[in-house]
């Protein structure tokens, strides 16, 4: 083959042979199937079974799904990650873009300092912070009552936060934790939005909130769509942190039952692995579902 | 670029050459790697004290039993109960001998009786006279459908230990309790507000409605049950109701009795060490976890058997369990059995636990060693091991269950939910507050008995 000295070799495709490219994607391919596909398809059969171990199994049809639906347990679970969702992205995310927001104002000094601030959180893991936040909301001698008794004489420094507020500490917990995250996603789109429509609508007589509402969040809406499925799709899989701040359990009365927390209990705790499979699959088709409906509204926005 | 001769190679680049070489060699070298042999009788056990104190009697087996040696391992204690139980379902590598915890040797019971992946000790405990040698309610954890699956490893009773500094201070005779009500009524004055904000800042018992293992305790030895003989639940029990009703009395209200003091956090123990608690249930693993973790309260604690819930009744509970199982996988049972017997039966091993973290053998023979009878300076000179034996027979049995957890957490939910009800409708006595407990019982059994229906292969 013939180059010249400024241009790249050109390699005409059909010098490679055609199972090349599966070639070289096989090494991915063997993985992905050994320990993605293979269980993948074993989960499915197993929800629909009943087992004990390879030796000791049953077909049961559609049995774990119909107990599921008739599950009072289930759907506490599933009532709770919804709740968590919308703790997630009714409030999480819009003080994530305040923050970008202020943040991303030229004026403002030790601006590089703040974002570090408010992202380092999001370095340290789930299990850290569901420890961190144990004891942030301990009774007397944690952070939150102490302060509050000190503050107001009348607070009862006996309250019991993760009693009878779990939600409400679990949303707060990842909400120190992942606002920091959902800044940084915001920063980005916020500096792509061209200074110079934002200016022309300036000396055009529009106010901070008409610039905001015609000119930055359409120009954010792609990545602010993303940040908003990546966020049901981290509440749906909401495990570790409830898991360790309710020490090892759901909480009382099971105020802190997420779905995969439902699920590790049944497969794990119970055994009872094929249902453990079905509510496995139920949240999967769930996240996709919202994957397919997100993905059609940003096509049809497009 | 490659040679004219090897140019038929030339549609993967160089490196690509040398990462599917270094690929294909290391992938050879793994699957013609020699497999390990198994040395010896694995051993797996969950706790580093239990291993500390094992490895001595290991070495002198090993020295004694050469073509038999033991492989002690300590495993984190999730990662032993997956690998055990991926063991006895699907025929993964399991150890000869596992050391499992109450929780975690019951859901080894989930399936049909010849799938346990625990040998039957039954025959072999009867015929061998360990029946007898060992502490009768110990047996129950590891019994199920009448068949015996472990050697007890403890009896764990448990006592009641109180701050005799303030006690005395305050001159009130202990000797005087033996009722939860008289241990209510006399320590009464000691409940203080310090700070004059209105609220009470010391508390007579640590416990809460939160708290499974302090819920449990107390249905046992108050003759409440979780399940019955036939390892069937039994949540609705008079029993369990009346004892609901009544802790919930200790709980709530403005004249509630117990706080929450964590067993096994920082903010608990300082609890403990300010005295914001006076008394504290303590099963006798917890004496040696108190010893390393609250020296500060060295002889300023005394014990007592646990108040009983009327004269004449129950002084003790119990909390926590521990067996020693030989698994179907072990390819010879009787060394595996022989060592079992030669390490939990040692008079070196009950002397070992007593003395490094407080447990007490179920060993009867062994009870009139001189290490338990010795006064314990922690616990004001009191001999500790005399007033854990004098429990130990009347420890209450709990029948095993793979469902154990899942029943003790409706028990909890049901307590919780009886708490929110007395605060809310403020109601703080055992009569008012019983009819509410039973309701909420019987949500908890419905659901019980739901899921543990679904178990095809429990009852075959």
Request: aromatic share 12%; proline share 6%; net charge positive.
């Amino acid at each position: 083959m013939r180059t010249s000295r400024h241009a790249l070799p050109r390699v005409s495709i059909r010098a490679f042979p055609a199972w090349a490219p599966w070639f070289f994607i096989a090494p991915f391919l063997a993985v992905f199937c050994v320990f993605t596909l293979w269980p993948l398809g074993r989960s499915l059969v197993l929800s629909f079974q009943q087992t004990y171990g390879p030796g000791t199994t049953e077909f049961v049809g559609f049995d774990n799904f119909e107990f599921m639906l008739r599950d009072p347990l289930f759907w506490k679970a599933a009532r709770n990650t919804a709740l968590f969702t919308c703790g997630s992205i009714f409030l999480q995310l819009p003080l994530a873009l305040g923050l970008a927001l202020l943040l991303n104002r030229s004026g403002i000094r030790g601006r590089a300092f703040f974002r570090l601030v408010f992202f380092s959180p999001s370095l340290v893991g789930l299990v850290f912070v569901g420890m961190l936040f144990a004891l942030v909301f301990e009774k007397r001698t944690g952070l939150v009552n102490y302060t509050l008794h000190a503050l107001i004489a009348s607070f009862d420094p006996e309250f019991a936060w993760l009693q009878n507020y779990v939600l409400i500490s679990l949303i707060l917990a990842a909400l120190w934790l992942y606002i920091g995250l959902n800044m940084v996603y915001f920063l980005a789109a916020l500096q792509s939005v061209s200074r110079d429509l934002v200016e022309a609508a300036s000396i055009d007589g529009a106010n901070a909130w008409q610039r905001f509402r015609h000119i930055v969040l359409p120009e954010i809406l792609p990545v602010a769509g993303l940040v908003v499925l990546m966020s049901i799709i981290g509440s749906f899989q909401l495990f570790e942190l409830p898991w360790v701040l309710l020490n090892n359990t759901a909480g009382p009365d099971n105020r802190g039952l997420t779905l995969v927390m439902y699920l590790y209990q049944t497969g794990f705790l119970t055994g009872d692995l094929g249902y453990a499979s079905a509510v496995g699959w139920v949240i999967a088709l769930a996240l996709a579902g919202i994957a397919l409906l997100h993905r059609r509204t940003m096509r049809r926005r497009e | 670029m490659f040679p004219k001769r090897f140019a038929k190679l030339s549609f993967l680049s160089p490196g690509a050459w040398v990462i599917l070489l270094v690929a294909v060699l290391s992938s050879l070298l793994v699957a013609l790697a020699p497999v390990k042999p198994r040395e010896g009788m694995p051993l797996w056990v969950f706790d580093q004290n239990h291993a500390r104190t094992y490895t001595p009697i290991v070495q002198d087996w090993n020295q004694t039993h050469p073509d038999r040696p033991v492989d002690l391992k300590l495993i984190q204690f999730y990662a032993l109960e997956r690998r055990m139980l991926s063991g006895f379902m699907s025929g993964t590598p399991v150890a000869d001998l596992i050391e499992a915890e109450r929780m975690v040797a019951a859901r080894s019971f989930a399936g049909p009786l010849d799938r346990v992946g625990f040998v039957d000790l039954t025959d072999r405990l009867k015929a061998e006279g360990l029946m007898e040698q060992i502490n009768a309610p110990s047996f129950t954890l590891w019994t199920s459908r009448g068949r015996i699956f472990g050697l007890p490893h403890d009896v764990h009773p448990v006592l009641l230990a109180y701050r005799a500094d303030l006690v005395e201070a305050a001159g009130i005779d202990m000797n005087q309790v033996e009722t939860w009500d008289d241990f209510f009524r006399l320590l009464r004055p000691l409940m203080q507000d310090f700070d004059g904000d209105g609220r009470t800042d010391r508390y007579l018992l640590g416990g809460w409605s939160t708290n499974g293992p302090f819920a449990e305790m107390l249905l046992l030895q108050a003759g409440g049950r979780l399940f019955d003989e036939q390892e069937q639940p039994c949540l609705t029990l008079e029993r369990n109701v009346e004892v609901l009703a009544t802790l919930t009395t200790w709980f709530a209200g403005p004249k509630r009795m117990c706080t929450e003091a964590p067993e096994f956090s920082a903010s608990g123990h300082r609890m403990r060490l300010e005295g914001v608690v006076v008394a504290s249930l303590i099963p006798d693993w917890m004496t040696g976890q108190w010893k390393r973790e609250l020296p500060g309260l060295s002889g300023k604690l005394k014990l007592l058997p646990v108040p009983a819930w009327e004269k004449g009744g129950r002084r003790t509970t119990v909390w926590g369990g521990t067996m020693l199982g030989v698994t179907r996988a072990a390819p010879d049972f009787e060394a595996a059995w022989a060592f079992a017997k030669r390490l939990y039966l040692a008079p070196e091993l009950a002397d070992a636990l007593f003395e490094g973290v407080g447990i007490l053998t179920p060993v009867k023979t062994h009870w009139s060693r001189p290490v338990f009878h010795r006064p314990d300076p922690f616990f004001s000179g009191q001999p500790l091991g005399t007033l854990l034996i004098e429990q130990a027979p009347h420890v209450p049995a709990r029948p095993a269950s793979p469902y154990g957890g899942l029943a003790l957490d409706k028990l909890v939910a049901a307590l919780v939910a009886l708490h929110g009800y007395a605060d809310r409708e403020r109601r703080y006595t055992v009569e008012e507050l019983k009819p509410e407990a039973l309701r909420l019982l019987k949500i908890g059994q419905v659901e019980l008995e739901r899921q543990i229906s679904r178990n095809r292969f429990l009852h075959r």
